[in-house]
């Protein structure tokens, strides 16, 4: 079993084929406005088994008090992709590449929050190493206000001899690095790529980055000079969905 809780998480969740695992749904008793009714109509419309607890038996479900009056238990473990499943969807789509490898990001809220980015984006699928990185859990599924129930995201147990698998698919690797000349601005993400994101302590380690066809920055002004994984996923995600949108203009 997996909980999932929040507003927007236990919404999307209802929305998507993540409902017809949910077994049951928790909702604070004392809770009675619009967004929670909208919640349990459309729970009792696909016949999920409704309670209505109090404060304590809902953080006791949820595992944390950040649960905004609704917690969904669901059937069995988060599903999982495979690579290929990924790479499946993307030439069924009939559009260019589009995916993100996340090289050892640990955080889960800045998993969360690029899931959140990178399915907003358009992005065909995301793959995450099995091991020193954050899987998806509640809090990464709160984090990306259900995002994470509508994006196909996938393991692998050895992230770079994916991507080696990706570019004998055509797939172009563009990495993120700060310490580079090239410019995301200038570079052509229109053609079938993956972006390579590190982790916030180490960046792109160094046989993944080894692997990456461009390696590129994203220019800044201020007096810091980074930005987290979850920033720097959003900006990159976002400037390949702007160039993809003037070019089909």
């Known amino acids: 079993m997996r909980t999932i809780y929040g507003i927007n998480p236990v919404r999307e969740a209802l929305r ?31 016949g999920i088994d409704i309670r209505r607890v109090d ?29 290929e499943d990924i790479v499946d969807i993307w030439q069924r789509s009939g559009e260019r ?43 990464v599924v709160k984090s990306s206000a259900g995002a994470t129930e509508h994006t196909p995201i996938a393991l692998t147990t050895n992230l770079t001899r994916t991507a080696r698998r990706l570019k004998e ?16 601005y200038d570079v052509d993400l229109t053609m079938d790529i993956a972006l390579v994101v590190g982790g916030e302590a180490k960046g792109i380690r160094r046989v993944l980055r080894s692997e990456c066809d461009i390696l590129c920055h994203i ?11 979850a920033q720097a996923s959003t900006v990159a995600l976002f400037e390949t969905l702007r160039q993809r949108t003037v070019k089909k203009e």
């Open 97 to 139: 590449a589009f995916i993100l490898l996340l090289d050892s990001v640990e955080d889960p809220v800045n998993l969360g929050s690029i899931v959140r980015s990178a399915h907003c984006a358009g992005i065909h699928g995301i793959i995450i190493p099995k091991r020193r990185a954050a899987g998806v859990t509640p809090t």
């Open 169 to 184: 698919r055509g797939i172009w690797l563009v990495g993120l690095e700060a310490d580079t000349e090239t410019s995301i």
């Open 16 to 46: 998507s084929s993540t409902a017809e695992k949910i077994k049951t749904l928790y909702i604070y008793r004392e809770r009675q406005d619009h967004t929670i009714k909208e919640i349990e109509e459309a729970a009792t419309g696909l």
């Open 219 to 229: 220019p800044m002004r201020g007096r810091l000079n980074s930005l987290n994984a």
């Open 55 to 83: 404060k304590a038996q809902l953080g006791s479900v949820a595992g944390t008090s950040h649960h905004q009056g609704v917690v969904a238990l669901v059937r069995g473990e988060f599903p999982y992709r495979e690579p």
